[in-house]
């Protein structure tokens, strides 16, 4: 797995307390492409939260832990 020194949504939310408009719509729009690409793979992830969505060092969306996929 790729290093994210951002570490996860739930970590950057926790920290700052909340997120701007502009940077809940970037979140959103990675996340909604994330899951189409798995659903067009056939992959369930069955375990999406924040804690197991990455942030690479440029604030891109890594989705994590298909323990349960």
Not at 31 to 39: G, I, K, S, V
Not at 55 to 64: N, Q
């Amino acid at each position: 797995m790729e290093y994210c020194p951002q570490k996860t949504l739930l970590d950057l939310i926790k920290k700052r307390n909340c997120l701007t408009e502009a940077e809940s719509r970037y979140f959103m729009w990675q996340l909604a492409e994330a899951t189409n690409y798995m659903q067009e793979n056939l992959v369930m992830h069955r375990d999406l939260k924040l804690a197991n969505v990455f942030l690479s060092k440029d604030m891109t969306v890594k989705i994590g832990d298909f323990g349960l996929a």
